[in-house]
C-alpha cells in the first residue's frame, strides 16, 4: 500500500521542552495521512486476500500460520529498543512500563501460539453422534478491523491482531492517534511475514475514514479498545448490523469499597496503584473509591500520605509513577472536572493536588464527592481519586446498579463473612470481583470482560481464539 499523497501527521510528545515562546510539546516524527480512496483500496486487498474464505492465508494449515506468527514476533522482537523508546515518547509511559508493555505482548503471542496449538489438537479428533461422524473446527470470520487504545497502543492491539490473525482472518488495522509511530518499525515485519492483502495498515484521521470502512459492508468484525460512544456510532454505519460481529473493551467507572473492617494500610496502597498507574489512564484504573463513614478520616489521611510519595518526572527517568498525558486537552478536562466538584461542595484534600504544568497534572484526591459532581459518574480517565463516604453498603451496590458501566470492583475487608455476602451480588453487576486487591485486567490467562457499556465480548489469551472464529464442523454419516 502507498499512502503517500503529500498530507502528514505531525506527531508531538507529551514531553515538552522550553522553547523561545515557553514550554511547547515536542515534535518526534510525522506519518503520511491515507486518503480515503487509499483506505478504501486497503480494505479491498483485505477482501481479496480473504477471497470469500478461499484465500492463501484462510486456508492454510494452522500450524503454517503459527510458524509466519512465530516469525513475525522474532522481527518484532528484533526492534524491541526502538519500539519500546516510540511507546515512551508517544504516550509520556514510563520507559519501565513501556518495556512491561513490549515483553507482556510477546508473551501474550507465545501464549496465543500455545493455545492454538491445543484448540488444533481438539480439532483433529473426530466425534460420533447418533451415526454421525464429525470433525468439529474453528473457522475465521472474514475481514476484521482492529484498533487499538492509546494507553497500551503495541499491547492491546496485539491482543486483539494477533489472534484474529492467528485463526486465519484478514486485517485492516488503524493504528491510536497517539500510538502511530510506534508501529512503524514493525511495518516491514508485517510485509516479511504475511502474503500480500493479509495485514493492511491504514494512517490518519480515524473519524474520517473508518466510517467508510463500515458503510462498504465488508467488515466482519470490529473490534475497538476505547469509547463506548465511538464503537457504537461505528456499529450503527454497517448495513447489516446483524451480521457484524464486535468485540469490544470499552468504558469503565471501576469502584472500591473499604468497609470498617479492612485493613486501611492494604487497601491505601492498592487504591494508589490501582487509581494512579499510569496516571490513571488504563480501563481497569480504579475511578470512584466508597469508603465507610467509620474510617474515611483515617483512610484519607494515609491516601494523602501515599499519593505525595509517588515520584512524578520525565519517562526516562528511574522510579517514576506520574508522567506527562499524551492528550492535549486532558489537562483542561481534568480541572474542570475538579473545579465542578469544588462548586458543589467537595475539597481537593492533598497538597498540590490538581495542579498542573504543561502536560503534567499532579493527583487530586476529591472529597466528599456526591451525586451531583461530574466526578461522580464520568471517567475521568486522568489522575483524580474521588471518595465517597457511605453509611450502609447497599449505597455502592447501587450505585453500580445505577451505573452505565460494569466492569470491575474491589472490595476491602479482613471479614471473610462480610466478603462472602458481597461477592453474589456483585459478581452479578460487573465482570471481575477483586477482594483486597485492585482491579487489572491481567493475567491474561484469565477472561477479560464487561458488563452494560463496558465491553461487547470476551477476551484472554483463549476467549480471543474463540472471539475471532466460530465453530464449524464436517459431518459424515456412517453407513
Ligand atoms: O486500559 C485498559 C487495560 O486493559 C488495562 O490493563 O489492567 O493490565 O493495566 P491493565
Not at 518495556?99 to 507482556?104: A, L, P, Y
Request: proline share 6%.
Amino acid at each position: 500500500m502507498k499512502p503517500w499523497n503529500g498530507d502528514v501527521h505531525s506527531v508531538y510528545s507529551p514531553v515538552c521542552i522550553k522553547t523561545a515562546e515557553g514550554y511547547k510539546r515536542k515534535l518526534i516524527g510525522t506519518y503520511p495521512i491515507c486518503t480515503q480512496e487509499e483506505a478504501m483500496s486497503s480494505l479491498d486487498a483485505a477482501v481479496a486476500a480473504y477471497n470469500n474464505g478461499r484465500g492463501q492465508w484462510p486456508t492454510m494449515s494452522v500450524a503454517d500460520r503459527i510458524h509466519h506468527v512465530e516469525h513475525f514476533t522474532k522481527m518484532m522482537i528484533a526492534q524491541k529498543d526502538i519500539v519500546v523508546k516510540l511507546i515512551m515518547w508517544e504516550i509520556g509511559k514510563s520507559f519501565a512500563d513501556s518495556i512491561k508493555e513490549f515483553d507482556r505482548t510477546v508473551e501474550y503471542i507465545y501464549a496465543t501460539i500455545d493455545a492454538l496449538k491445543d484448540v488444533d489438537r481438539q480439532s483433529s479428533r473426530f466425534e460420533i453422534e447418533q451415526g454421525i461422524i464429525a470433525q468439529i473446527r474453528r473457522s475465521p470470520l472474514g475481514v476484521v478491523l482492529c484498533m487499538g487504545p492509546f494507553n497500551y497502543p503495541l499491547n492491546e492491539t496485539f491482543t486483539t491482531l494477533i489472534p484474529a490473525l492467528i485463526m486465519g482472518n484478514t486485517i485492516m488495522f488503524k493504528p491510536p492517534k497517539h500510538g502511530t509511530l510506534l508501529f512503524y518499525p514493525l511495518l516491514n515485519a508485517f510485509k516479511e511475514c504475511f502474503p500480500k492483502g493479509v495485514v493492511n495498515t491504514i494512517y490518519g484521521r480515524g473519524a474520517t475514514i473508518v466510517p467508510e470502512l463500515m458503510k462498504s459492508g465488508k467488515i466482519n468484525v470490529l473490534t475497538l479498545i476505547g469509547s463506548s460512544k465511538v464503537a457504537n456510532e461505528l456499529k450503527k454505519l454497517h448495513p447489516k448490523v446483524n451480521r457484524l460481529r464486535a468485540i469490544l473493551g470499552l468504558d469503565a467507572k471501576n469502584l472500591a469499597i473499604v468497609t470498617p473492617n479492612a485493613d486501611i494500610k492494604l487497601a491505601v496502597s492498592e487504591i494508589v496503584l490501582g487509581s494512579l498507574s499510569f496516571n490513571g489512564q488504563r480501563c481497569t484504573a480504579l475511578k470512584i473509591i466508597y469508603v465507610h463513614e467509620k474510617v474515611v478520616d483515617e483512610f484519607l489521611q494515609l491516601l494523602s500520605a501515599e499519593v505525595s510519595k509517588l515520584k512524578y518526572g520525565m519517562p526516562w527517568e528511574k522510579g517514576v509513577t506520574l508522567t506527562p498525558l499524551p492528550e492535549p486537552g486532558k489537562p483542561a478536562y481534568l480541572k474542570e472536572c475538579i473545579d465542578n466538584a469544588i462548586a458543589n461542595g467537595a475539597k481537593v484534600i492533598n497538597e498540590h493536588g490538581g495542579e498542573s504544568f504543561e502536560s503534567f497534572v499532579y493527583p487530586a484526591i476529591v472529597y466528599p464527592v456526591n451525586k451531583n459532581m461530574k466526578l461522580y459518574r464520568e471517567e475521568q480517565f486522568g489522575p483524580i481519586i474521588p471518595v465517597v463516604s457511605y453509611s450502609d453498603v447497599d449505597e455502592p451496590i447501587e450505585y453500580l446498579i445505577e451505573s452505565t458501566h460494569g466492569q470491575q470492583v474491589s472490595i476491602f475487608s479482613n471479614d471473610s463473612e462480610e466478603l462472602s455476602v458481597l461477592i453474589d451480588p456483585l459478581v452479578n453487576l460487573v465482570s471481575r470481583v477483586n477482594l483486597n486487591c485492585q482491579c487489572q485486567r491481567g493475567p491474561d490467562a484469565f477472561p477479560f470482560t464487561g458488563r452494560k457499556d463496558s465491553a461487547e465480548g470476551t477476551l484472554s489469551v483463549v476467549d480471543a481464539l474463540r472471539s475471532f472464529s466460530m465453530r464449524s464442523l464436517v459431518a459424515t454419516k456412517m453407513n
